[in-house]
């Protein structure tokens, strides 16, 4: 509950007009959250004048190098933060960090436009990605050889997915990694035998499959029927305070949850509490 107190103290603060310093703030990680993190960053400069916040993807392992070896300021990360990430960072700051719950996101599984597959149980997906099950045929669809898209080692989405769908298993010998949700979802999209999966928000040129006969929409995200979902984090090395607070203050306001939904993630907190 530690971070439901932090987000309630940061939101009363941004109840009040507040004075901030400038500054720059540098935000390093999550692939899955770059569009969301210069959403944030585009909007946040707009009202506070000579602050400049620099946001750049690789990934939520590389968003943690970046925070332990002091080369960014927070790290955005789509996982949290595992135990020996959080050793070396006790060891070079004295400090475990700090995570802040900063919006809500739920993995699609992608497919082709063409596929006349629409559903598939978790089990299914499971055995698909994990290489029990090659051909399309045995879930319906047509016979021929599923081609799998994945994202690698150094994203947090990969974790999620091999930790949450694959109950801790290998993903198949032939699963293709591809480095950003942008280019796994081209990948599907040129390949009507292919699934990959990646963040609700990405639709271009892909369909999303119902899992266990619930569509992934924002209705069943939040009322947690959805069964691929997860929460979005910003990482701080100590308590936030100066620019760091003032960043994930107005984050956590209206205005930056406001940005959370039509970036196409979801609030943290319920629609009626935002607006």
Not at 68 to 89: K, W
Not at 212 to 234: F, G, K, Q, S, W
Not at 268 to 275: A, D, Q, S, T
């Amino acid at each position: 509950m530690r971070w439901i107190a932090f987000c309630m103290t940061a939101l009363l603060a941004c109840a009040a007009p507040q004075h901030y310093s400038a500054g720059t703030l540098r935000i390093k990680g999550s692939d899955t959250m770059i569009a969301l993190l210069q959403a944030w960053a585009g909007e946040f400069m707009k009202t506070h004048a000579g602050f400049s916040v620099y946001v750049e993807g690789g990934g939520t392992d590389a968003g943690f190098q970046a925070l332990i070896n002091g080369q960014a300021d927070m790290s955005a990360a789509s996982r949290p933060m595992r135990p020996d990430e959080a050793r070396l960072l006790a060891e070079k700051h004295r400090s475990v960090g700090l995570s802040i719950l900063v919006a809500k996101d739920a993995l699609s599984v992608y497919i082709h436009p063409s596929n006349p597959v629409r559903d598939l149980s978790l089990g299914q997906v499971r055995d698909i990605f994990s290489g029990k099950i090659k051909n399309w045929s045995i879930v319906g669809g047509d016979d021929q050889e599923i081609s799998i898209a994945i994202r690698p080692p150094n994203s947090g989405t990969y974790f999620y997915f091999k930790e949450h769908v694959l109950n801790g298993g290998a993903y198949a010998s032939s699963a293709h990694p591809y480095a950003t949700t942008d280019a796994l979802g081209k990948a599907v999209a040129a390949d009507e035998f292919s699934i990959g999966y990646g963040g609700m928000a990405y639709h271009t040129g892909v369909d999303h499959l119902n899992i266990d006969h619930v569509e992934p929409t924002e209705a069943n995200v939040l009322a947690d029927r959805y069964p691929i979902t997860r929460y979005l984090y910003l990482y701080t090395i100590n308590t936030p305070f100066g620019k760091h607070k003032h960043f994930i203050d107005w984050v956590l306001s209206p205005e930056g949850q406001k940005v959370v939904r039509d970036t196409g993630y979801f609030p943290i907190w319920e629609k009626n509490h935002l607006y």
